[in-house]
């Protein structure tokens, strides 16, 4: 559903991506992983049109849809979650999810903040949107609640109704397991799999390895901003340009090491 070409993004003198083709199939979990600094977030970044690619072209649904901004991009339905966590703490969970709506549909955040006679004709349909979108991530029942008392995993969820409220077909998210424990990470794979059951194709960046072995259907693996390999997980895994990016990064050497036995009990 989303091929990119050559796709390329400069900052100065650094390649944070570089010349990455690659496609993301629909009905599908997609991981990209990859060293800390790989490119991984910055390859999000110019799907969602946060970033102007410097190179490439990035086709969705059969459309070019390379330089459109972000709210264009998300009206042709690819939304996303943040790295860090962007919720809005002392507002209702219901209220987080509408601005999710409001902010990814048509304006921007002031818009969604000061309730203007013109924006108010909106407001049901940012109610309905986000009221679904909460119903999607087990959230309807603390509709009211302030989403700063829940829990950090329904939090997370809280962020995930945010990027559905506006209805994708593409998801991406940005580590969502970061900051959770074992048994959060566990319901959180449950969810992302319930999404995709109900028609809904995701992307993730995750460092985690148990969860992408375990949900991943396809691995995009980039480094120093290129794509060194992209297969099923049992493929990746064993892909010795693959080991050899972890074993020569320090912090995740570990994580890559222990990814066949964890992804042989997932
Ligand atoms: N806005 C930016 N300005 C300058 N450099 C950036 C910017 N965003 C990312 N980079 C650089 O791009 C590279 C890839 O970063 P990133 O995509 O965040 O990596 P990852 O998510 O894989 O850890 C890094 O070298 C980072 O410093
Ligand atoms: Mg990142």
């Known amino acids: 559903m989303l091929e ?7 900052f100065g003198g650094n390649h944070a991506v570089q010349d990455v083709t690659a496609s993301i199939e629909a009905g599908q979990i997609t991981a990209i992983i990859g060293p800390n600094g790989a490119g991984k977030s910055t390859f999000f970044n110019l799907i969602s049109g946060f970033y102007q ?3 490439g072209r990035i ?4 459309q070019d ?3 459109l901004p972000t709210h264009e991009v998300v009206a042709r339905g690819i939304a996303r979650t943040f790295q860090t966590t962007t919720i809005y703490k002392e507002l209702s969970v219901l209220e ?3 601005i999710g709506h409001r902010v990814r549909t048509r304006a921007g955040l002031w818009d969604a903040l000061l309730r203007t006679g013109r924006e108010r004709r909106d407001e049901e349909e940012s109610r309905s949107g986000g009221m679904a979108a909460l119903e999607r991530v087990g959230l309807a029942g603390q509709a009211h609640q302030l989403a700063g008392a829940l829990t950090q995993e329904g ?4 962020g995930i109704a945010m990027a559905l409220s506006s209805d994708p077909k593409l998801l991406l998210l ?3 397991a970061a900051g959770m424990n074992p048994e959060e990470t566990v319901n959180l794979m449950a969810l992302i799999r319930d999404l995709v059951a109900g028609g809904l194709s995701v992307a993730l960046v995750e460092h985690k390895m148990s969860l992408v072995m375990g949900l991943a259907d396809e691995i995009l693996v ?6 060194i390999a992209e297969g099923p997980p049992n493929q990746v895994s064993r892909d010795p340009a693959v080991i050899e990016a972890y074993l020569g990064s320090h912090a995740h050497g570990g994580q890559m090491g222990q990814a066949g036995t964890e992804g042989a009990h997932a």
Not at 59 to 62: A, E, Q, S, T
Not at 155 to 158: E, L, N, Y
Request: aromatic residues 4%; proline residues 6%; hydrophobic residues 30%.
């Open 53 to 55: 690619p410097t190179t």
């Open 65 to 67: 849809i390379t330089r």
């Open 96 to 98: 987080n999810a509408m």
């Open 222 to 227: 980039l480094h120093h901003g290129q794509k």
């Open 155 to 158: 939090q997370k969820r809280v």
């Open 59 to 62: 086709r969705f649904l059969g």
């Open 4 to 10: 990119v070409q050559n796709l390329g993004i400069r």
């Open 174 to 176: 940005d580590e969502p």
